[in-house]
């Protein structure tokens, strides 16, 4: 049984940075972030192939946000940068056991089998 731990989300002010984690335990093609804030749908934000660490990220992240694996502790990370309000939400991260890719499918909820419990992501001033 695959299994996602997150750990990291905070409350930050406008500009501000956060890393968050995902723990990985077992088999994965695919792992990616995704957010949801109250009253919205789940977004993609990015996601990696674990194969070969190929990533892709939402327009609304690009140039703020990275992900990246450690393989050496089954990690992925998501750096954030230069946060914003809108950027406040419960951040899930998410396995995938059929190859994406880094494909924009990849972010898209769909396609992942496996979720972590989420971390909360506030920014406010």
């Known amino acids: 049984q695959l299994q996602l731990v997150e750990s990291g989300g905070d409350v930050v002010h406008p500009g501000g940075s956060l890393r968050l984690s995902c723990t990985v335990s077992?088999?994965?093609?695919?792992i990616s972030w995704f957010r949801q804030a109250p009253g919205k749908e789940r977004e993609g934000v990015s996601c990696i192939s674990w194969s070969d660490g190929r990533t892709n990220s939402a327009d609304s992240v690009k140039g703020r946000f990275s992900v990246w694996l450690d393989y050496t502790k089954n990690t992925v990370y998501l750096e954030m940068n230069s946060l914003q309000p809108e950027d406040t939400a419960v951040y899930f991260c998410?396995?995938?056991?059929?190859?994406?890719?880094?494909?924009?499918?990849?972010?898209?909820?769909?396609?992942?089998?496996?979720w972590g419990q989420g971390t909360q992501v506030t920014v406010s001033s």
């Open positions: 998410a396995a995938a056991i059929h190859r994406l890719s880094a494909s924009p499918g990849c972010l898209k909820p769909i396609f992942y089998d496996y």
């Open positions: 077992g088999s994965a093609t695919d």
